[in-house]
């Protein structure tokens, strides 16, 4: 006979299975094997790097961002004396995960205090790590969101933020908490902070508030809703004021940490990204792909899942009030996506995937509430002692999210693996550093198309590295007065002082990548280019050192020949060469 004792064993056992293979699934997505960063890695810390050699935003370099991460990472940098590129990546993925887990906690809290009607102990602890594994975090498609950017930072404290806010709304009349004004402001104080790191915390502020909306305009008149409580409403009003203040002033300190204008700052981070700037790109930028590749189903389960979900979201009305709670998590995933799906046609036009991070946690939340509905469906079925179609259904669906448990680990431990066979050629050149910030000399001057093709800490000629691609980025930068005229810059080449070296693709391997790049700089931003041609004819030579290839201007080949660098006055390379060249400069 088997005891409860053992049955509560078995259960602890497949959760805790469960449990690290999404950590193992995480961790691996965070801290990868990698022999180079990607373009925004590398611009957040080579904007680190020149704002400690005291260079400005948005007056000596272009930038869309705010810096307060970057002087995060400088004052990173110089507490810990790191070195190499490598060790400062890590310790911004570290700092990245942090507070990725941060959103995962608050997150479970939130949902578990929402939800009445669930499960409980290690079972509700199952159910909620079960959708994190169903979703397909490893797709390639998705990559973007795990690199070295500030989006879950900014999430953590907005998500923080609205929990304690929340916990306000729902306990201020219990006398038993001694200070619930402080988590009102609290929580106020965290969401403006969050977003002046990086103001994208508004697609979970905008989506909570039409939650209220719209949960007020289904209720019958006798439910509860905030909004009648006009001392709930005045203390929405207060957190909106502690979230204004906060912001501002963070603001403030990092327009002082910069030494800019705090008019500059907002023309750039708020402006400039209401502006139009198409992307010239041969990647998938399809928003509802991201979504889709999310949510790890094919078209014919989409469907599937599609009319599922409007035939539950029909029923929202009828919940009562012990799954009141569900009524909202319904609403605030539906609206999280919409809001994705159209915040591109209202800011710059970008839908790279990693403008989707919330809709991960809206996917998770259909696939939670869904079990939740296989679980009851499952319970009630049993209790009747019946194999109706509803039984089946649901055991194809629990089905399918074993299958996903299963083969996910076992494909993040395969790309893992590759990851590590790609790397021993190359930790045997540069063990300590990224690869192309252990062979490129730093004391040089480059000019790359894309700033990872240089190392994180070198100068960068003219600094218009940033969104070269983008359609009227750089004019309308000098528009809102964040940079010259680039015109001025770009019309008459390098001037009186050229960069020591041209860091583009090897031409045995990629012979147009000049020409693509001149290209891309006359139908995205008007720009005449073809003087770079000319220069390198008559100013510069190809040098090679491994895999990697460089113009190097003439006075600069002795330097870079006594470090190893060779002539390359042939374009013929090996196959071996070639093969890790193209590995290499295509891995991001």
């Avoid at 990086?198 to 209720?219: C, D, E, H, N, R």
């Avoid at 001025?488 to 990548?513: M, R, T």
Wanted: glycine share 4%.
């Amino acid at each position: 006979m088997i005891t409860r004792k053992v049955v509560d064993l078995v259960k602890f056992i497949i959760i805790g299975v469960i449990a690290i293979c999404l950590f193992y699934n995480i961790f691996t997505l965070f801290f990868p094997i990698t022999i180079g960063l990607a373009h925004d890695e590398a611009e957040h810390l080579h904007v680190a790097y020149i704002l400690s050699h005291g260079q400005k935003p948005f007056v000596d370099f272009v930038e869309n961002h705010p810096t307060l991460f970057n002087h995060y990472l400088k004052w990173l940098n110089e507490i810990f004396d790191i070195s190499s590129s490598r060790d400062l990546a890590i310790g911004a993925r570290v700092t990245i995960f942090i507070h990725f887990v941060l959103c995962l906690i608050i997150f479970s809290l939130w949902i578990s205090r929402l939800i009445k009607t669930r499960p409980t102990a290690l079972n509700w602890i199952g159910m909620l790590l079960i959708p994190w594994i169903i979703i397909d975090l490893y797709h390639p498609h998705l990559y973007p969101m795990w690199q070295i950017r500030p989006d879950f930072i900014c999430y953590a404290y907005t998500i923080w933020g609205c929990y304690l806010i929340y916990l306000w709304s729902v306990k201020h009349h219990n006398k038993t908490i001694r200070y619930p004004a402080l988590m009102l402001v609290a929580g106020g104080i965290l969401i403006g902070f969050g977003n002046a790191i990086l103001p994208k915390g508004t697609v979970i502020l905008v989506s909570m508030f039409l939650v209220l909306v719209t949960a007020k305009l289904i209720q019958s008149p006798k439910s509860y809703s905030f909004w009648p409580d006009s001392f709930k409403f005045k203390g929405f009003v207060i957190a909106g004021l502690c979230a204004f203040i906060a912001f501002t002033a963070s603001m403030l300190f990092d327009c002082y940490l910069s030494h800019i204008d705090p008019a500059k700052w907002l023309s750039a981070v708020f402006i400039l990204n209401t502006h139009k700037h198409i992307v010239f790109t041969q990647a998938e930028v399809n928003p509802v792909t991201s979504i889709v590749y999310i949510s790890s189903v094919s078209f014919i389960l989409t469907l599937f899942l599609i009319v599922w979900i409007i035939w539950e979201i029909s029923n929202i009305r009828s919940l009562d009030n012990e799954r009141e709670g569900e009524r909202y998590l319904w609403l605030f995933a539906i609206f999280i996506i919409l809001i994705n799906l159209i915040s591109g046609t209202y800011s710059n036009g970008a839908t790279f995937s990693h403008n989707f991070i919330p809709s991960i946690f809206a996917i998770v939340l259909i696939y939670l509430l869904l079990l939740l509905r296989v679980r009851q469906v499952w319970q009630k079925e049993l209790n009747h002692k019946l194999l109706r179609p509803q039984l089946i259904g649901v055991s194809i669906v629990f089905a399918f999210a074993v299958t996903q448990i299963l083969l996910d680990p076992v494909e993040s431990i395969l790309r893992y693996q590759h990851r590590k066979d790609d790397l021993k050629e190359v930790k045997m050149i540069a063990s300590t550093d990224f690869l192309r910030d252990k062979l490129l000399p730093k004391s040089l001057v480059y000019f790359a198309p894309y700033i990872q093709y240089t190392p994180v800490k070198a100068q960068h000629w003219g600094y218009y590295f940033m969104l070269s691609d983008n359609q009227g980025f750089w004019q309308d930068c000098y528009q809102l007065g964040l940079g010259p005229n680039p015109q001025k810059i770009w019309g008459n080449g390098f001037g009186k002082n050229p960069p020591d070296a041209l860091a583009f693709s090897d031409p045995a391997v990629d012979p147009v990548s000049v020409q693509r790049f001149i290209s891309t700089i006359w139908n995205c931003q008007g720009l005449n280019a073809n003087w770079i041609t000319k220069e390198i004819e008559e100013n510069y030579i190809p040098m090679r050192c491994r895999w990697l290839f460089l113009y190097v201007r003439y006075d600069k080949v002795p330097y870079l020949k006594a470090l190893g660098w060779r002539i390359s006055l042939t374009e013929k390379v090996s196959q071996k060469d070639k093969t890790n060249h193209f590995r290499y400069s295509h891995e991001f």
